[in-house]
């Protein structure tokens, strides 16, 4: 006759996966699925970095462009400045030529830094993107084990009820049994369910060695 102990094992049994919902936080697939989440918001913020910092060299660019330019034409017109005899205009292109020079040196300054900075730039966020989809990759793995290890665990319930019940056993059995249920997925993936029966079985045909 089955014992009140023996249907309230065989009910959690049944129940189980309700259990687990519970405790998906703990689920290192849960877990990992929130890090590619958050790699991949991060990742995105960072190429407009990057975008930016290209940008900003366009206009570096376009600023040294100028200056060099205009560097070019004061140089010409002091020279026709002092070749005229206009002494005044020399003077005034003069300092033009100065001020020029000193902002062309400026912008090649901050444009060679600025280059070299979007260089690594550029790098690191190549490898962010592929830590992303590595990490995509393990994903799909874990995701392809859990959804074994909960068909195993389906198929448990069917075929072989009375092993889900002997795993849960007592109150504290079944309280740890709920508690690494998600923190081993590849582990319960790895061991079928014929494997399980064959260790049970080797653990009740065992008997203690007599003492010589």
Do not use: C
Request: aromatic content about 6%; overall charge negative.
């Amino acid at each position: 006759m089955i014992t009140l102990w023996e249907r309230f094992k065989f009910a959690v049994a049944t129940d189980l996966d309700a259990v687990v919902v519970k405790k998906e936080e703990k689920n290192p697939l849960v877990l990992l699925n929130r890090y590619v989440t958050e790699a991949e918001n991060q990742t995105t913020t960072t190429g407009k970095w990057v975008e930016r910092q290209a940008q900003l060299n366009g206009k570096l660019e376009k600023e040294l462009a100028e200056a060099s330019a205009m560097l070019t034409k004061r140089h010409e017109q002091l020279e026709l400045a002092q070749t005229s005899g206009e002494s005044d205009l020399a003077d005034f292109a003069k300092m033009e030529v100065q001020s020029y020079a000193t902002r062309v040196s400026v912008l090649q300054s901050n444009l060679s830094e600025n280059i070299a900075e979007l260089t690594g730039l550029e790098y690191r966020y190549e490898e962010m993107k592929h830590k992303v989809k590595d990490m995509k990759v393990k994903q799909l793995q874990l995701m392809g084990k859990e959804n074994a290890t909960r068909a195993h665990h389906q198929m448990d319930k069917v075929l072989s009820p009375e092993l889900v019940a002997e795993r849960i056993g007592s109150f504290d059995d079944m309280a740890l049994y709920i508690t690494t249920l998600g923190a081993k997925v590849e582990e319960r993936h790895e061991r079928s369910t014929m494997e399980r029966r064959l260790d049970s079985l080797e653990k009740n045909s065992t008997t203690p060695k007599e003492l010589v």
